[in-house]
Nanobody, 118 residues
Framework: QVQLVQSGGGLVQTGGSLRLSCAAS????????MGWFRQAPGKEREFVAS???????TYTDSVKGRFTISRDNAKNTVYLEMNSLKPEDTAVYYC????????????WGPGTQVTVSS
């Protein structure tokens, strides 16, 4: 079992920045692929970014060049640095974890609200 505790988020103006954090406990963090997802009102949850156990990262096209995912295995924490925020980035953001050999994310954080005002 993996427990995920999220922090960060909040209200920011267009063009601003925020950093989300997700601390994991309960298992060997370095073995897990960590991901960030988001869900806007009235929309389905969508993939934002992921980072493998060795640091390889992937992003959805709409955030490339603006968001950066990183991990600190010593702190069991994954981060999402969000820059040049846009109103369309407004959503509840979730961190998630899965083992490398499993395609479906197994563990989810509670979510944190990010609101970008225009």
């Amino acid at each position: 079992q993996v427990q995920l505790v999220q922090s960060g988020g909040g209200l920011v103006q267009t063009g601003g920045s925020l950093r989300l954090s997700c601390a994991a406990s309960g298992s060997i963090f370095s073995l897990y692929v960590m991901g960030w997802f988001r869900q806007a009102p009235g929309k389905e949850r969508e993939f934002v970014a992921s980072i493998s156990s060795t640091g390889g990262d992937t992003y959805t096209d709409s955030v490339k060049g603006r968001f950066t995912i990183s991990r600190d295995n010593a702190k069991n924490t994954v981060y999402l640095e969000m820059n040049s925020l846009k109103p369309e980035d407004t959503a509840v953001y979730y961190c998630a974890a899965r083992r490398s050999h499993i395609s479906k994310y197994q563990y989810w954080g509670p979510g944190t609200q990010v609101t970008v005002s225009s």
